[in-house]
């Protein structure tokens, strides 16, 4: 059974830092792009931050840094200089072209 499990969540001020960790089992980890999206309320869900290419979406360039450990089937996303507009719930998601999976989430509430 393929579980993601998303953690680190929370709430911090604007110009604070979270990482968020989303720990892989039931996959073969290094074989699967991973990516972090994310989803604010009444928006679509976006994708944030990619693996591959390490893409990053224009409003998170510079501040968001995502990296995996294949050695622990977890991928990270390390958040700076958090804003309110980055308040969503986050969701990992592991792909391999015609497998494609997701976490249940993370609530990321930046507000003072």
Excluded: H
């Excluded at 309320?41 to 990053?56: D, F, H, M, Q």
């Excluded at 308040?87 to 989430?105: E, K």
């Amino acid at each position: 059974q393929v579980q993601l499990v998303e953690s680190g969540g929370g709430l911090v001020q604007p110009g604070g830092s979270l990482r968020l960790s989303c720990a892989a089992s039931g996959i073969t980890f290094s074989n699967y792009a991973m990516r972090w999206y994310r989803q604010a309320p009444g928006k679509e869900r976006e994708l944030v931050a990619s693996s591959i290419s390490t893409y990053y979406t224009d409003s998170v360039k510079g501040r968001f840094t995502i990296s995996r450990d294949n050695t622990k089937n977890t991928v990270y996303l390390q958040m700076n200089s958090l804003k309110p507009e980055d308040t969503a719930v986050y969701y990992c998601n592991a792909d391999r072209g015609s497998l494609f999976y997701w976490g249940q989430g993370t609530q990321v509430t930046v507000s003072s």
